[in-house]
C-alpha cells in the first residue's frame, strides 16, 4: 500500500521546508510514504529546498496555471507513481500533519473513497468574521448541490483512494476543493468528513487577497458549477421565472381589456409576450443542456476507464517531470 502527499506549489520557498519537516515517512497500514511537488511556475527556490529537504518526486509546470491545474497534475503524477492513496496539502504548513493517519483510516478501512478534513472554521484566529461567514456559506451551498454532509468545502487537507482520483476532473482554474466534492457526490463516491487540527498562520492566502474578489470569484465557481452539474434545473428555473413572469402581467393585460378596452396597456401586452417566449426559449435550453450533460457522463466515463488502463502501477523514480 503505498501513499503519496502531493504539494501544490507557488513561490513557497519561504514556507516550504517546514511544512515538509511535519509530514510523516510512516503511517500505520501503509508500506510507503512518498512526497511529490508540483512546482507550478515557481520564479524562486522552491525546487531547491524540495531537493535539499528529501522529496521523491517533482512535477513542474513551465508557467503558473493555478491551484486547480496544479492538483490536477498532482493526482496524475501520483497515479503514475501507483499511489493508492493521495493524500493533498498545502505548502504553507496550515494543516497539522499530524492528522494525515487520521485522514487515510476511513479508506483503509474502506468507509470511503473521498476524505476531507474539516477545520475548526469559528476557532481560527487569523480568520475575519466574514471569511468564516463565507467558508460556512460555501459549504452550505456546496452540500445542498452534491448531496453531501461536507462540513468544510473550501478546506484542501484531504485524501483520496486510487479509484476516486481516476475519476475526477476539474473544469474551474481557480480552485478545485468545490467541484471536486460535487463531482464525488454525483458519482456516488463514499465521502467521510474528519476533524483536523490547523497551524499558525505563516503567510497570508494566495487564494483569498480580497474579501470582495473572494466574494465575487466564490459566486462565479458556484454558479458554473451549478451550471456544469445542474444545468437542467439551472435553465429549466430561469426558464419558469420568465414564463410565469410574463404570464402574471398577461393577466393584468387581459384583466383591464375585459374591464377597460385595454386602452394604454399595448406594452404590458408586448412585454408578456417577451418575457413568456423568453421562458420557452430557456426552457428549450435546459433539455438541451440535460442531453449534454449524459454527453458529458459518458465521456467521463470513457476517460475513466482510459485512465485505469493507462495508470497501472509501476516502479517509483525520482526526479523531474515535465
Not at 142 to 167: N, Q
Not at 291 to 315: G, H, M
Request: aromatic residues 10%.
Amino acid at each position: 500500500m503505498k501513499l503519496i502527499i502531493q504539494i501544490p506549489c507557488y513561490n513557497e520557498a519561504g514556507t516550504l521546508a517546514i511544512a515538509l519537516a511535519e509530514l510523516p515517512r510512516e503511517i500505520p497500514g501503509i508500506d510507503k510514504v512518498e512526497f511529490l511537488i508540483i512546482d507550478d511556475g515557481s520564479s524562486d527556490e522552491t525546487v531547491e529546498v524540495a531537493r535539499a529537504n528529501g522529496v521523491d518526486h517533482i512535477v513542474r509546470h513551465h508557467t503558473n496555471l493555478g491551484l486547480a491545474r496544479a492538483f490536477m497534475t498532482g493526482l496524475q503524477a501520483a497515479l503514475s507513481l501507483g499511489a493508492d492513496i493521495i493524500v493533498n496539502t498545502d505548502a504553507d504548513n496550515q494543516y497539522c500533519a499530524a492528522d494525515i493517519p487520521a485522514l487515510v483510516t476511513p479508506i483503509l478501512e474502506g468507509k470511503a473513497q473521498y476524505v476531507i478534513g474539516t477545520r475548526p472554521i469559528s476557532g481560527i484566529e487569523h480568520f475575519s468574521p466574514v471569511k468564516k461567514l463565507l467558508q460556512k456559506l460555501g459549504s452550505f451551498v456546496v452540500r445542498k448541490i452534491s448531496g453531501t454532509s461536507v462540513e468544510d468545502a473550501p478546506s484542501g487537507f484531504r485524501a483520496l483512494s486510487r479509484d476516486a482520483a481516476m475519476r475526477m476532473n476539474v473544469f474551474n482554474r481557480y480552485t478545485y476543493t468545490l467541484e471536486t466534492i460535487i463531482q464525488a457526490g454525483y458519482k456516488n463516491l463514499p465521502i467521510v468528513c474528519v476533524p483536523v487540527r490547523v497551524n499558525a498562520d505563516l503567510r497570508p492566502s494566495r487564494l483569498v487577497k480580497s474579501i470582495p474578489r473572494y466574494i465575487q470569484r466564490s459566486i462565479f465557481t458556484m454558479i458554473r458549477i451549478f451550471v456544469v452539474y445542474r444545468p437542467f434545473k439551472f435553465f429549466f428555473t430561469i426558464g419558469v421565472i420568465f414564463f410565469l413572469a410574463g404570464f402574471l402581467v398577461g393577466c393584468r393585460f387581459l384583466w383591464h381589456w375585459l374591464t377597460d378596452g385595454g386602452q394604454g396597456m399595448m406594452q404590458s401586452l408586448i412585454l408578456a409576450a417577451v418575457l413568456m417566449v423568453m421562458g420557452t426559449v430557456f426552457g428549450m435550453m435546459a433539455f438541451m443542456a440535460d442531453l449534454l450533460s449524459v454527453n458529458r457522463q459518458l465521456l467521463e466515463d470513457i476517460q475513466y476507464r482510459q485512465r485505469k488502463a493507462c495508470f497501472e502501477p509501476v516502479s517509483p523514480s525520482s526526479g523531474d517531470d515535465e
